[in-house]
């Protein structure tokens, strides 16, 4: 759903009508019609598609709220962190999510589009292709395309200097829950962020036990 700057009902009808022109085949700004006969290989389509799709999310962009331009970073900026930590390049996990969508276009220019924050969170299916691909819980993608701040154990003990050890036995794989959820209910408690619907989540998947710590920030 689109949020536009302002509220009115005939401004809201005229930025549809703005969008719907300029992303229409005819503009002369438009990429190519994907529809075109004469593409004839899949990838070429897909990667059409892409380009479609960052074209209406850019229009649409420029006429989104700060706040909802603000998840948008938010999500890409995570997506690259995890993806630096799992040592992948945008087109090494361009060809790995490809490959797993039964090889439907991700393009890499798609890829860094999202991770500068140009076009919103993927769909779900997209999300849990990355979550897949980076290793890490659907939920810590999919609440952070619905706008939450994400951390791990990690993330939310380390601004604690009496959970500094803790924080190492957790990156070695040596936390215990008899540790970790104390320390996780305090910290959350405690955590030094102006932020409203604070929570913390237990996942048990596949034998392993994973906690994420998620809250909306509020606005300085």
Request: hydrophobic share 40%; no cysteine.
């Amino acid at each position: 759903m689109i949020s536009f700057r302002y509220g009115t009902k005939a401004s809201i009808n005229y930025r549809r009508r703005f969008i719907s022109e300029v992303s229409s085949s005819t503009h002369p700004d438009a990429p190519p019609d994907p529809s075109r006969q004469d593409l004839t290989e899949p990838v070429e389509r897909a990667q059409i598609r892409n380009y479609w799709q960052l074209y209406r999310n850019t229009v649409q962009s420029s006429l989104m709220s700060g706040s909802d331009v603000a998840i948008w970073k938010r999500f890409g900026s995570l997506v690259q962190r995890l993806r630096k930590a799992k040592g992948l390049g945008l087109r090494e996990m361009s060809k790995v999510a490809t490959a797993r969508m039964g090889g439907r276009g991700l393009s890499a220019a798609y890829l860094s589009a999202i991770e500068r924050g140009l076009t919103a969170p993927p769909r779900p299916p997209v999300l849990a292709v990355l979550a897949e691909v980076l290793d890490v819980p659907i939920e810590k993608l999919k609440l952070s395309a619905e706008g939450y701040v994400v951390l791990d154990i990690a993330e939310t003990l380390q601004p604690f200097p009496e959970y500094a050890e803790l924080v190492r036995e957790v990156r070695e794989g040596r936390g215990t829950t008899e540790t970790i959820i104390p320390a996780m209910a305090d910290a959350t408690r405690r955590f030094p962020a102006k932020m409203t619907e604070g929570r913390l989540q237990i996942i048990v998947k596949g034998g392993a036990i994973q906690y994420l710590f998620f809250y909306r920030p509020t606005r300085s």
